[in-house]
């Protein structure tokens, strides 16, 4: 546990040394007072012992709590534990109601995120990522009673005249869900929420972007070149259709390669339905490709503890699903850009999702049935017939689909080395 000697610059200066990690700061001067670092704030804390047990007890957070005002909050805190009190049991109901009087927007956040959207949202790190990259930046350290309508609205004009009026709206529907939770849980009658009766900023946008086979073959080919996690996650996206966050969060667990079927347990889906995928021939063998990893357990702490596999097929810190997926995509466009060169037309503006698209209308073009494309991409079953009677899994006919699919992206892939292949003999 490091000592330092703490100081304003010291605390605003202090950074954890790699995401996930947290440090403790313990004060040189007063060594049961101490400030702990993680990824998204900064927490005072004094440790102590009471009824032969070492306790942790939180003072507050920084900045909203200040270097001196931590000190002195832990020197009361320590005299409490003089009188026989213990620190952690020693609020009382004025000191709670003068607590969540100051209580900042990001910890009101913070707690939204972790006792709710965790628990209840289908992709809470969305969640997160919108309050932490869009609202936290601007509203840290103000009091969460004391936001207002007027404080939406210019969020949502900023953003909005920013050109990222899409991002406006998620926005607003995350506000209006957590200060929705937040009122739920008061006993404030004149409390409201500031997000009621405010607009979306702009009409939604339905995306309607398709590869065509130009650019499959040059996603296909950038792919080619990415090299591991990104290739090969970007291929298994276009073989299987499946959703991103589904791909990228495959177990070696979940797979029998044997069998070609990927077993995908309900709460991996977005649906929250158990899902079978076949894996066609091509599948497989860049799966059985892979490497495997294998997590070291010391820098957690645990010296003792043996390495264990990595359950994750793709990637990049070994105990974690891979995710970086704005700059790999970036990148995965650079080199697409450069493959459409030869081709009559440039590379749209996509998204990794208008893979899922693309896969569905090419099914579509190979004359697939509509209930083994929505069987093939887990949608929820459409009319009564379908919803409460059809048990059949469809297995084999979502594997000739899927099959069929990888057959046709690999006749495409291969197009352009056969066109330059007859090219070269002709110049021979």
Same mark, same amino acid.
């Given at each position: 546990?490091?000592?330092?000697?703490?100081?304003?610059?010291?605390? #605003?200066?202090?950074? +954890?040394?790699?995401?996930?990690?947290?440090?403790?700061?313990?004060?040189?001067?007063?060594?049961?007072?101490?400030?702990?670092?993680?990824?998204?704030?900064?927490?005072?804390?004094?440790?102590?012992?009471?009824?032969?047990?070492?306790?942790?007890?939180?003072?507050?957070?920084?900045?909203?709590?200040?270097?001196?005002?931590?000190?002195?909050?832990?020197?009361?805190? =320590?005299?409490? =534990?003089?009188?026989?009190?213990?620190?952690?049991?020693?609020?009382?109901?004025?000191?709670?109601?003068?607590?969540?009087?100051?209580?900042?927007?990001?910890?009101?956040?913070?707690?939204?995120?972790?006792?709710?959207?965790?628990?209840?949202?289908?992709?809470?790190?969305?969640?997160?990522?919108?309050?932490?990259?869009?609202?936290?930046?601007?509203?840290?350290?103000?009091?969460?009673?004391?936001?207002?309508?007027?404080?939406?609205?210019?969020? =949502?004009?900023?953003?909005?005249?920013?050109?990222?009026?899409?991002?406006?709206?998620?926005?607003?529907?995350?506000?209006?869900?957590?200060?929705?939770?937040?009122?739920?849980?008061?006993?404030?009658?004149?409390?409201?929420?500031?997000?009621?009766?405010?607009?979306?900023?702009?009409?939604?946008?339905?995306?309607?972007?398709?590869?065509?086979?130009?650019?499959?073959?040059?996603?296909?080919?950038?792919?080619?070149?990415?090299?591991?996690?990104?290739?090969?996650?970007?291929?298994?996206?276009?073989?299987?259709?499946?959703?991103?966050?589904?791909?990228?969060?495959?177990?070696?667990?979940? =797979?029998?390669?044997?069998?070609?079927?990927?077993?995908?347990?309900?709460?991996?889906?977005?649906?929250?339905?158990?899902?079978?995928?076949?894996?066609?021939? +091509?599948?497989?063998?860049?799966?059985?490709?892979?490497?495997?990893?294998?997590?070291?357990?010391?820098?957690?702490?645990?010296?003792?503890?043996?390495?264990?596999?990595? #359950?994750?097929?793709?990637?990049?810190?070994?105990?974690?699903?891979?995710?970086?997926?704005?700059?790999?995509?970036?990148?995965?466009?650079?080199?697409?850009?450069?493959?459409?060169?030869?081709?009559?037309?440039?590379?749209?503006?996509?998204?990794?999702?208008?893979?899922?698209?693309?896969?569905?209308?090419?099914?579509?073009?190979?004359?697939?049935?509509?209930?083994?494309?929505?069987?093939?991409?887990?949608?929820?079953?459409?009319?009564? +017939?379908?919803?409460?009677?059809?048990?059949?899994?469809?297995?084999?006919?979502?594997?000739?689909?899927?099959?069929?699919?990888?057959?046709?992206?690999?006749?495409?892939?291969?197009?352009?080395?056969?066109?330059?292949?007859?090219? #070269?003999?002709?110049?021979?």
């Amino acid at each position: 546990m490091p000592k330092v000697k703490l100081t304003a610059k010291v605390v #605003e200066n202090a950074t +954890t040394p790699a995401p996930g990690v947290q440090i403790d700061l313990f004060d040189a001067s007063f060594p049961a007072f101490g400030l702990r670092v993680g990824g998204r704030r900064k927490t005072w804390f004094i440790i102590y012992r009471y009824g032969g047990k070492q306790k942790r007890h939180t003072i507050g957070h920084f900045p909203a709590l200040s270097l001196s005002d931590a000190r002195t909050a832990a020197g009361k805190a =320590l005299e409490k =534990l003089d009188e026989g009190i213990d620190p952690a049991t020693a609020r009382d109901a004025a000191k709670e109601s003068a607590v969540a009087a100051v209580e900042t927007f990001e910890d009101a956040a913070d707690d939204f995120l972790t006792k709710y959207a965790e628990r209840h949202h289908k992709r809470p790190e969305q969640t997160r990522w919108f309050l932490e990259h869009y609202v936290v930046p601007r509203w840290r350290g103000r009091p969460v009673a004391g936001i207002r309508k007027r404080d939406v609205l210019d969020l =949502l004009d900023e953003l909005t005249e920013q050109g990222k009026g899409q991002a406006a709206n998620r926005v607003l529907d995350v506000l209006r869900k957590m200060f929705n939770w937040r009122l739920d849980r008061m006993d404030d009658e004149a409390a409201y929420n500031p997000c009621a009766r405010v607009k979306a900023p702009v009409p939604a946008v339905l995306r309607d972007t398709t590869l065509n086979d130009s650019h499959i073959r040059a996603i296909w080919a950038a792919a080619d070149k990415a090299g591991y996690p990104w290739g090969p996650l970007v291929k298994v996206l276009l073989l299987t259709g499946q959703r991103r966050s589904e791909v990228a969060g495959m177990r070696w667990r979940d =797979l029998d390669l044997d069998r070609k079927l990927w077993s995908l347990p309900a709460s991996q889906t977005k649906a929250a339905r158990a899902h079978l995928v076949p894996l066609s021939p +091509t599948a497989v063998a860049i799966l059985e490709s892979l490497p495997r990893f294998v997590v070291d357990p010391s820098p957690k702490g645990d010296e003792a503890a043996e390495p264990s596999p990595c #359950e994750f097929v793709f990637t990049t810190l070994g105990d974690r699903p891979v995710s970086g997926f704005g700059k790999a995509k970036q990148r995965l466009d650079t080199a697409a850009t450069k493959e459409m060169k030869e081709e009559e037309a440039p590379l749209p503006e996509w998204r990794l999702h208008d893979i899922r698209r693309t896969f569905v209308t090419g099914l579509s073009a190979l004359g697939v049935p509509e209930v083994v494309k929505q069987r093939v991409v887990n949608h929820a079953p459409r009319g009564v +017939t379908q919803r409460h009677y059809d048990q059949y899994v469809y297995l084999e006919e979502k594997r000739s689909a899927l099959e069929s699919w990888a057959n046709y992206i690999k006749d495409v892939s291969s197009f352009k080395r056969e066109r330059m292949g007859n090219s #070269e003999e002709k110049d021979c």
